[in-house]
């Protein structure tokens, strides 16, 4: 225990901590740009310097331990003067275009100058010349506003353990881009977005689908459905001042049908329906003999990841499209079918908290008949601007339910929000086919949770599964590591590419505040303890789907509209 | 598979990322460039991502990534030189070339190197070409070399 003073009062801390670290649990705020929670410090952008007594200069207090008997001014004028002018040298090469920014209203540098009270352009120098790219589905780089903070690296590398970019040249000259300073298209980048949801300024963002969606919209010729996932019902809110994990499905339906889709369909309904054809092969392949373990597919930069940097585990991914694929295809088919209306008419959306999706939703091998399973994605935030920019708000909108078919769902289609949901959900439904009885309790605790790699045992009828679940790829990798070592125990292994799964995923509200990140998991938590139907197989519509169209699981026409195929990538790596 | 490099890497069997510059150096004195593929290699051998390697490689003026042209023209810019005005000369070459340090021009004819200092401050301002060093350079001094080289160039591809 060590004893120091900050600002006149007396605190106590661990020794070790940083000073930041300490600050913050206090609720004393100062300012960063640099930090992330659970990283290594880089100490790159000064702004949480402090004044230390006795030390000559201020000290980063993201980088510097506490010692016994410090006495610290966090807002001494030295300190604010310093955090002041380094604000001012960044704006001074940084584009004054904050009114046509994406990110305005919601950047750390604007709030910082505001909070600094930067009132003057006291640097005058020749601004930097960089080109955007835009060559990604997912992602737009525009280096200009980049402040070389460096969160989007790291996340890359220490997160993702994807490393697509790097910093490159040096001094006026640095920049952050991949390698040989490529597009992100040809790049290793594998377009989570998590680099999007680091980056305290508009230098990264999403590759917007909004006037797509808008032009779909007001085409009278176009019916216009979309889909929302499932873990965008308890985020949405956020982008509205509600409180982070809020479920707001029934204000999101209403305000979605005021935008003037045709349809509002459920995600988690296609969850359900890709645990059925998911849930059949893995009990096919622990019958048959493998390949094990079966590795998920539902979430697209992790598919990308496979194909790049574990090609010869290609053959263990499910060949099962993902949720949104799946709903896409059978809205393009069997719901056009049932309701006479032609498929190429049909102008399929959907929302989601990813970036990579839209990437995934561009895929060739992820269309039929030369028509697209979904035509625009839109993130989570790129929804929560469509809703404003008609003037609606989510707080004053009384709910409506979904459309029908694909609006009913089971619980355990929701968790396919959260890390370790999809396993869960799978294990329900793999229960009851290799049983034919339910779960006693269909939660297994040891899969909950926001940690990087989760890993349980269940027995069901006698067989013993090896279950593993990993989130964020760095954490991927060690499990794939171990399979490629030999590990032979494990059956089934669920990897969502963002940590915590899609309730942290790159599409999703900006949020600094990992408490929101909790908020949104306990809240698909809340929903799985509350709901009437926990279980994929016993949702209605999903029964009524394999009745009137599909067949069975893994059916002939399954085969053809619900599952898919991966290729092998050559990227630089 | 590049046979050249290979055989450079299979003398640091073993190493770690600590060997990257010496390891970017040889592949360089070699291939005269680090091309695509050697990054690659070098990537796989020492289990370092393309985007770091290129990271650490444009943070040092001495890589390139592009094969040199057939003349290579290294331009002083250590102080003398600078004092007498090789910033012009510089920016006469990228102009007439209309390529920047570190590239060549698309007929592989010329390539520029910026170099801190070659040590002959009495001739500045002073660039090389292929080692040969032309003294007091002028921006019209420039134009009249480079039509030099290229009537040469012509001659020796023509016969």
């Known amino acids: 225990m060590v004893k120091l003073s900050v600002n006149n009062r007396n605190i106590e801390a661990k020794s070790g901590d940083t000073i930041l670290s300490v600050l913050k649990r206090n609720g004393i705020k100062v300012p960063t740009l640099c930090h992330l929670e659970g990283l290594f410090p880089s100490g790159a952008c000064r702004m949480c310097v402090v004044e230390v007594e006795g030390l000559p200069g201020l000290v980063p207090s993201c980088a510097y331990p506490v010692q016994d008997g410090m006495r610290i001014q966090t807002h001494s004028p030295r300190a604010v003067r310093a955090r002041k002018t380094i604000v001012e040298l960044l704006l001074a090469d940084h584009p004054d275009d904050c009114l046509y920014c994406v990110r305005n209203g919601d950047c750390d540098l604007q709030n910082l100058a505001e909070e600094l009270g930067v009132r003057q352009r006291r640097y005058a120098g ?95 010729g176009k019916f216009v459905v ?247 790829l760095a954490n991927a990798r060690k499990l794939l590591d171990q399979i490629r070592a030999g590990r032979k125990d494990l059956h089934f292994m669920e990897v969502m590419t963002c940590p915590g799964g899609c309730i942290a995923g790159g599409g999703q509200p900006v949020s600094s505040d990992p408490n929101a990140i909790r908020a949104r998991m306990k809240s698909l938590y809340a929903i799985d ?45 | 598979m590049n046979p050249s490099v290979q055989t450079i890497l299979d003398k640091y069997v073993g190493e770690g990322r600590d060997s990257l510059i010496p390891l970017l150096q040889e592949v360089q004195d070699r291939e005269g460039y680090l091309s695509r593929d050697a990054l690659k290699l070098i990537g796989r051998h020492l289990n370092l991502p393309a985007s770091k390697i290129y990271g650490v490689a444009t943070f040092y003026n001495q890589f390139r990534f592009e094969a040199v042209g057939r003349y290579h023209i290294q331009v002083c810019r250590g102080t003398a030189c600078h004092v007498k005005g090789s910033a012009k000369v510089l920016e006469t070459l990228t102009r007439e070339l209309k390529i920047r340090p570190g590239q060549t021009t698309r007929d592989g004819l010329f390539s520029i190197e910026v170099v801190a200092c070659i040590g002959a401050c009495g001739l500045a301002p002073v660039i090389a070409v292929n080692g040969e060093f032309h003294a007091g350079v002028t921006p019209e001094k420039i134009k009249e070399i480079l039509r030099t080289y290229r009537k040469q160039g012509a001659e020796a591809i023509h016969g």
Not at chain 1, 312 to 337: D, N, R, T
Not at chain 1, 541 to 558: A, H, M, N, V, W
């Open chain 1, 226 to 472: 979309v889909q929302h996932a499932p873990s965008v019902s308890v985020t949405l809110g956020e982008e509205f001042g509600i409180k982070p994990g809020t479920d707001m499905i029934g204000a999101m339906t209403t305000a979605l049908r005021r935008l003037g889709f045709d349809r509002v369909f459920d995600t988690s309904f296609s969850a359900d329906l890709t645990i059925m054809e998911e849930g059949s092969e893995l009990v096919k392949r622990i019958r048959e003999g493998g390949p094990l373990p079966l590795l998920t597919s539902c979430s697209p930069g992790w598919i990308k990841f496979v194909e790049q940097f574990y090609p010869e585990l290609i053959g263990h991914v499910s060949s099962c499209k993902s949720p949104q694929q799946m709903l896409g295809a059978i809205a393009k088919s069997y719901f056009a079918e049932r309701e006479g209306i032609d498929p190429a008419r049909m102008y399929s959306v959907s929302i989601m908290p990813c970036t990579a999706k839209k990437f995934e939703a561009e895929r060739p091998e992820l269309s039929s008949g030369g028509l697209a399973d979904v035509d625009a994605v839109l993130t989570t935030r790129e929804a929560a601007r469509l809703i404003r920019m008609r003037g609606l708000d989510l707080n004053s909108l009384p709910p409506e339910p979904a459309d029908t078919p694909f609006g009913e769902r089971s619980s355990a289609g929701k968790l396919f929000g959260v890390s370790g949901g999809v396993m869960e959900a799978a294990a329900r439904s793999a229960h009851y086919l290799l049983t034919g009885e339910e779960m006693a309790d269909p939660v297994i605790k040891s899969l909950r949770g926001l940690d990087g790699i989760k890993e349980a045992t269940i027995t069901i009828g006698g067989l013993e599964l090896g279950l593993a679940v990993a989130s964020g």
């Open chain 1, 126 to 220: 020749k601004k930097s010349m960089h080109q955007i790219d835009s060559s990604s589905p997912s992602l737009i780089r525009d280096p200009a506003k980049c402040i070389l903070c460096g969160k989007c690296v790291r996340v890359c590398e220490e997160i993702q353990g994807v490393s697509a970019i790097d910093f490159i040249g040096r001094g006026s000259r640095a920049r952050v881009g991949p390698a040989f300073d490529e597009g992100l298209n040809v790049s290793s980048c594998i377009n989570c977005g998590q680099c999007v949801t680091v980056c305290p300024t508009g230098a990264l963002r999403e590759q917007s689908a909004l006037k797509d969606v808008i032009d779909a919209l007001n085409d009278p």
């Open chain 1, 529 to 573: 303890t509350g709901a009437a139907n926990r279980v994929s197989h016993r949702n209605k519509q999903i029964q009524k789907i394999y009745e009137e169209f599909l067949g069975e699981p893994l059916g002939e026409r399954s085969h053809k509209l619900l599952h898919t195929r991966y290729v092998t990538r050559d990227v630089m790596i």
